[in-house]
Nanobody
Framework: QVHLTESGGGLVQAGGSLRLSCAASGGAFNGYAMGWFRQTPGKEREFVASMRWAGGSTYYADSVKGRFTISRDRGLNSVYLRMNSLQPEDTAVYYC???????????WGQGTQVTVSS
């Protein structure tokens, strides 16, 4: 059973940077992908970025392209999200997710709050 633990959220001023981390426990991760999503109150959870675990291909939401970078450390079963040039509209709870089968993302972390002040 894969369990995800996020860290790295916090408060930052507009234009600043943060790095989120997500560690997968429960054995070596051999799933399809890991990714990041975010959610603000009253809105649906939205996709931010993902990475194919085997090949390393990356995908980004248009709103974060050029500012956010997803990376991984396979030896540590971890995925990271480097967020630069943060804006107030990036404020959200960020969730790490893992796709362990073809059905889609089926394992979720507890979320970490990112707040960007103007």
């Amino acid at each position: 059973q894969v369990h995800l633990t996020e860290s790295g959220g916090g408060l930052v001023q507009a234009g600043g940077s943060l790095r989120l981390s997500c560690a997968a426990s429960g054995g070596a991760f051999n799933g399809y992908a890991m990714g990041w999503f975010r959610q603000t109150p009253g809105k649906e959870r939205e996709f931010v970025a993902s990475m194919r675990w085997a090949g390393g291909s990356t995908y980004y939401a248009d709103s974060v392209k050029g500012r956010f970078t997803i990376s991984r450390d396979r030896g540590l079963n971890s995925v990271y999200l480097r967020m630069n040039s943060l804006q107030p509209e990036d404020t959200a709870v960020y969730y790490c997710a893992a796709q362990t089968n073809r059905e889609g993302y089926n394992v979720w972390g507890q979320g970490t709050q990112v707040t960007v002040s103007s």
